[in-house]
Every structure is written in structure tokens, then in C-alpha cells.
């Protein structure tokens, strides 16, 4: 397991205003913290985070942090890196979470999953390899944490996927996820078939719209129905008028 050494700075000064301060002037505000033990508050250089950052996997790596204090050495700590905060605009590292941890204890991290070599089944047309899970879930002692977990995918074909159970994990290493889940798999575009004409050539795709046709007869009887009820409406106001009163006798 790589072991990176990094010298921080001891801190008094907390709070978003001193840390804003810190981060004008190339430093990045960091805190240690770890089971059993009170947390610390220390700063380091942007330009030595920066240059660990070029050359190192940080995110499974154990750090050797010496905390000084007025040129002395404070403490050292045995601790991995839970947490790198950025600058939302300008991507630069704003803070940083170290946890304490001990070499003779098991640890939960999370490595990478690295994908090597060419799917068999991407010689078939429209087929894509899909990375489905890309870091995973590790318990093992400190000194038994790889890197990265490295996977061969050379005979990935249309039934054959990895999953975790098939996974090659180092000596000493195991994992709670579910053995059943698949790490990469193949995907198949939706293809479209086309007609093709006696000559060769692509007919062009026709899209049929099927329309009612008018019935006449349907379309009739609305106004026959009307001329019915106008007549019925004329004689019901026929019967309805009052009868005529008899011409008076002379």
C-alpha cells in the first residue's frame, strides 16, 4: 500500500473568515480527525497538496501526517483522506478531511474498479461496454489496501457479463456488496429496419395515417332528423294553440 508523507501546520485559528484568509495566501485549511480522538484543525500548502495530487492515488492512499508546531514536531498520525472540498467556480481545493485510523484495524474504503482490455462482443454492431459500478466498497487491514481493483474484460460477449463475484480481489481483501451485481456489461443500440426496394435502393419510410372516411348516409341523417323534428315541433305547436271561440249567435 503507498504511503504518502505530508507535513502540516498546527492551527488556532478557526471559522470561515482566517480560513478565507488562508486560501488568499496559497494554504489549504484541513482537519484530523479519528475515533477515540479529539479532532485537530491544521493547514498546508497548496503547492504540496498540488504536487501529491500529480503523482499519487489519493483517494486510497495511507498518509503519514507530521504536525508541526513552532519548527517542532507536534504528533504524527496514520490517517487516509475522506474528503476533498472544491471551489464550485474555480475548481481549486478548499479543504480537506483526514481520519485518523490504526494499522492493526480493518477499514472500510473505497478503490476504483479499472476496466482492461477490449470486449469481445464490441465487434457487433451497435453494442457498447457499460461501466456500471466504478468504485467499490473494500474491508481489510491498512496495509492491504490496493490502489485499484483491476478487471479483464476481454470476454465480455452479449450473455456474458462481470460481476462482483467475479471479481479478483487481493489476499486479505473482501466485500459486503451483493456478489450478483454487475461491475460491465454490454448494451445494444435500438436498430431500425428499413425497407428496401426491389432495385436496392431504401424506400423512403411512409407514415400511414388511417382517417374515418365520411359516411353520406351518416352525414344525412343529421338533417333529416332535423327536418323530423322541426315538423313534430310545428305540429305539437299546432295542437297547443287555443281553439277558436265559436261566432256568436245573432
Known sequence: MEQIELTVEARTLKGSGPACRMRKQGIIPAVIYGEGDKSQVVQLSRNDFDRILRHHE?????YHLQVMAGGKLQKEYMALLKETQYNPVTDVVQHLDFMHISMDKEIAIKVPIVLKGTALG???????????????????????IPSHIDVDVSNVDTHVSIHVRDLAL??????????GAAVAGLVFADREVEAVAADGTAKPDVEVTKEK???AAAGAAPAAGAKAAAGAKAAAGAKAAPAAKPEAKK
Open 58 to 62: 489519493t483517494t486510497s492512499a495511507i
Open 170 to 179: 487481493p489476499a486479505g481483501v473482501r466485500t459486503k456488496l451483493d456478489p
Open 213 to 215: 372516411p365520411k359516411d
Open 122 to 144: 464490441l465487434k457487433k454492431e451497435g453494442s457498447t461496454l457499460e461501466h456500471m459500478i466504478r468504485e467499490i466498497e473494500i474491508i481489510c487491514l491498512p496495509k492491504n
